[in-house]
């Protein structure tokens, strides 16, 4: 097991293999896994700092996909959601979705609640384009923020 992980982390380098372990990292932690993709963003940067957009766009792609790919699962879902008794809260957290539509995806790039926030989403069937554009919307400021905040406003608090 421990070789494994070795050589998963060997070619998931960031020096050798950059952006590719950017996108690959960005899109699996906007999956249901609890993975942070933003350390991977910054390191990348901080080596690289011409590469600042690239990797924005890159984990921004690669997030975004992350998201959609939550949405297929809650659309695919829809069956044994509907056969799901919901609580006052379930139900309360439904009716705001339903009501700020496609636009609550914006909110996909906040931790705990962004990624089951996508699969709702698919479960309700909203139009999927809006709910891409929207969460890919909200990825990409998250990544310019929060990378341009490590880089610039608090470069003494990421050294390597």
Known sequence: MEAWLSQVLEWL???QFGLTTVFVVSLVSATLL????????????KLNPELFWPAILVAT????????????MGFGAKRAFENYKHSSVQAKA?????????????FAFLPAI?????????????????????????KFLRYVVMTAGALWIWPGQFQF
Request: proline content about 9%; glycine content about 16%; overall charge neutral.
């Open 13 to 15: 380098a960031l020096p």
């Open 34 to 45: 609890p993975l942070g993709s933003e350390p991977a963003v910054f390191g990348l940067v």
């Open 61 to 72: 792609t690669g997030n975004a996909l992350g998201g959609a790919i939550n949405w297929w």
């Open 94 to 106: 439904l009716v705001w979705l339903e009501r700020l539509g496609p636009k609550a995806c914006f």
């Open 114 to 138: 962004g990624d089951p926030l996508a699969t709702i989403a698919g479960w309700l069937k909203l139009p999927f384009w809006q709910c891409f554009f929207w969460g890919a919307l909200g």
